[in-house]
Antibody, heavy 119, light 110 residues
Framework: QVQLVQSGAEVKKPGASVKVSCKAS????????MHWLRQAPGQRLECMGI????????KSAQKFQGRVTMTWDTSTNTVYMDLSSLTSEDTAMYYC????????????WGQGTLVTVSS | QSALTQPRSVSGSPGQSVTISCTGT?????????VSWYQQHPGMAPKLMIY???KRPSGVPDRFSGSKSGDTASLTISGLQADDEADYYC??????????FGGGTKVTVL
């Protein structure tokens, strides 16, 4: 049974960084790509980037280039997303999601991690 | 790349059918048969309902169906039930490892 379990909620000050983890179970992370997405309150889902552990690469969306770092640890079957230089506009629910199907379509989602940026 | 366009809301009575449209361009929806649909109840993570335009994952009722014509994809919910009340998002592959989402449609069961 596939599960993606994310780390808990975070409260950060403007200018700080946040690191969110996503531990996969029921499969090996090198088998499929993994998306990172976010959803600000009342807003649409937004893709931040994609991790390809089996290939050894990542690709971030243009909007987040230079601010987002995506990594993985095969020993713990966990992927990570680090977002720096936070502003209030980064307050959102952050999701990891497995890309199983063609065109990187998502089948499973993590439960979400709420990141609040406030002074 | 712009996001995909969905109606903000649709509604129907129990047992009726509703259809949600998702309009993109010839570079995303029109170019690839990689359109997926997700159901999101308040406070919950999204759930996959349709992938590859019209395929249903195991466990999704056949009341949910997907289609595509040109640059517009559609999700139809037949035999509307109370539990279908949720937000629905479409997503399309747009090439170069890029995926675009729609703005979401709130389905209300009257």
């Amino acid at each position: 049974q596939v599960q993606l379990v994310q780390s808990g909620a975070e409260v950060k000050k403007p200018g700080a960084s946040v690191k969110v983890s996503c531990k996969a179970s029921g499969y090996t992370i090198t088998t499929f790509y993994m998306h990172w997405l976010r959803q600000a309150p009342g807003q649409r889902l937004e893709c931040m980037g994609i991790i390809k552990p089996g290939v050894g690469s990542t690709k971030s969306a243009q909007k987040f280039q230079g601010r987002v770092t995506m990594t993985w640890d095969t020993s713990t079957n966990t992927v990570y997303m680090d977002l720096s230089s936070l502003t209030s506009e980064d307050t959102a629910m952050y999701y990891c999601a497995r890309a199983r199907y063609g065109g990187n379509q998502i089948d499973y989602w993590g439960q979400g991690t709420l990141v609040t940026v406030s002074s | 790349q712009s996001a995909l366009t969905q109606p903000r809301s649709v509604s129907g009575s129990p047992g009726q059918s509703v259809t949600i449209s998702c309009t993109g361009t010839s570079s995303d929806v029109g170019a690839y048969n990689y359109v997926s649909w997700y159901q999101q109840h308040p406070g919950m993570a999204p759930k996959l309902m349709i992938y590859d335009v019209s395929k249903r994952p195991s466990g999704v009722p056949d009341r949910f169906s997907g289609s595509k014509s040109g640059d517009t994809a559609s999700l139809t919910i037949s035999g509307l039930q109370a539990d279908d009340e949720a937000d629905y998002y479409c997503c399309s592959y747009a090439g170069s490892d890029t995926s675009l989402f729609g703005g979401g449609t709130k389905v209300t069961v009257l």
